[in-house]
C-alpha cells in the first residue's frame, strides 16, 4: 500500500491564504478520487467552520493530543465525498503553553496520528501562522510542506524564515521533511508586483514553485460562509478552477 503523503500548509504569516488552500486543495483532490484528511492544527479553528462544522460537536484535535479521544471518535464527515476532518480547537492556543515543558513535546500530533492516517492518500495540517510548538508539532508529523506565499513585498523575507524553520526541524526531528511545493496566492497578473514576486520566487524556489496560481477572488472569500469548499459554491469560478489545477499538480509530483 502506498504510504500517505502528510502535508503541512504553513506559512508564519497570518491572511496568505493558507486555510483556503488547505479546504480547497482538500475538496479538490477529493474530487480527484482521493482519500482525504484535514486536520486543524490552527487555535482560530477556521478550517473547522468553513466546512460548516461546529466545534463543539464532539472530540477535535485538542482531545486527541491530550489522549482524551482516539482518531475514529475525532474524525467528521465533511459535505464532500472523501474528505474527512479533525476538527480544531480554540484549547490549542492554551495547550502550546500547557505543553512547552513536556518531554518529547515535538512529538504530540505524529504520536497521536500513529498509524491511523495510512488509509488516506493525503493527509493535510492546517498550521497556525506562527513558528511555536503546535506548528513544529505539524512539521515533525509530515513528510512535506507545502508554503502559501501572497504575492506582496516582503514575501521572500517570510519564505527564508520558514525554510530556516524547515532546516531546523530536520536536523533535530524529522530528517526527511521537503518543502514540495510553494503557491502563490491572491495574484494578480495585471499587477507589476505580482510578476515581480513571481519571478523572485522562481529564482529563488525554482521548479518547487508550482506553476498553478490562485487569484484573488470573490467566491473564495464568499464560500467559508456557508460552510462549503469553493468548488460546491461556485464550481466554474477561478478560485475554484485554479485550486482544481493545484491538485492537478501536487497529484503529479
Not at 497570518?14 to 478520487?33: F, Y
Not at 495585471?190 to 523572485?200: F, P, T
Not at 470573490?218 to 467559508?224: F, M, Q, R, T, Y
Request: hydrophobic share 40%; with cysteine.
Amino acid at each position: 500500500m502506498k504510504a500517505s503523503r502528510v502535508i503541512a500548509v504553513a506559512n508564519q504569516k497570518g491572511g496568505v491564504g493558507k486555510t483556503t488552500t488547505v479546504i480547497n486543495l482538500g475538496a479538490s483532490l477529493a474530487m480527484n478520487d482521493c482519500d482525504v484528511l484535514l486536520i486543524d492544527f490552527d487555535p482560530q479553528v477556521n478550517a473547522t467552520s468553513g466546512l460548516g462544522i461546529r466545534e463543539t460537536q464532539g472530540g477535535n484535535i485538542n482531545s486527541l493530543i491530550l489522549g482524551e479521544s482516539n482518531i475514529n471518535e475525532v474524525m467528521k464527515h465533511t459535505g464532500v465525498e472523501g474528505l474527512m476532518i479533525i476538527p480544531g480547537s480554540r484549547d490549542l492556543s492554551g495547550l502550546e503553553i500547557e505543553l512547552a515543558g513536556a518531554e518529547d513535546r515535538e512529538y504530540l500530533l505524529k504520536e497521536a496520528l500513529e498509524e491511523s492516517t495510512a488509509r488516506f492518500d493525503y493527509v493535510l495540517i492546517d498550521c497556525p501562522p506562527s513558528l511555536g510548538l503546535l506548528t513544529i508539532n505539524a512539521l515533525v508529523a509530515s513528510n512535506e510542506v507545502l508554503v502559501t506565499l501572497q504575492s506582496e513585498y516582503y514575501a521572500l523575507e517570510g519564505l527564508s524564515h520558514l525554510m530556516d524553520t524547515v532546516r531546523n526541524i530536520r536536523k533535530l526531528w524529522n530528517p526527511g521533511l521537503e518543502i514540495s511545493g510553494v503557491v502563490l496566492t491572491m495574484f494578480d497578473r495585471r499587477l507589476i508586483l505580482s510578476r515581480e514576486v513571481e519571478e523572485e520566487v522562481r529564482d529563488f524556489m525554482g521548479s518547487t514553485l508550482f506553476n498553478t496560481y490562485i487569484p484573488r477572488n470573490v467566491k473564495l472569500s464568499e464560500a467559508p460562509s456557508y460552510g462549503i469548499p469553493v468548488l460546491m459554491y461556485d464550481a466554474k469560478s477561478k478560485g475554484a478552477l485554479s485550486y482544481f489545477d493545484l491538485a492537478r499538480e501536487v497529484m503529479s509530483r
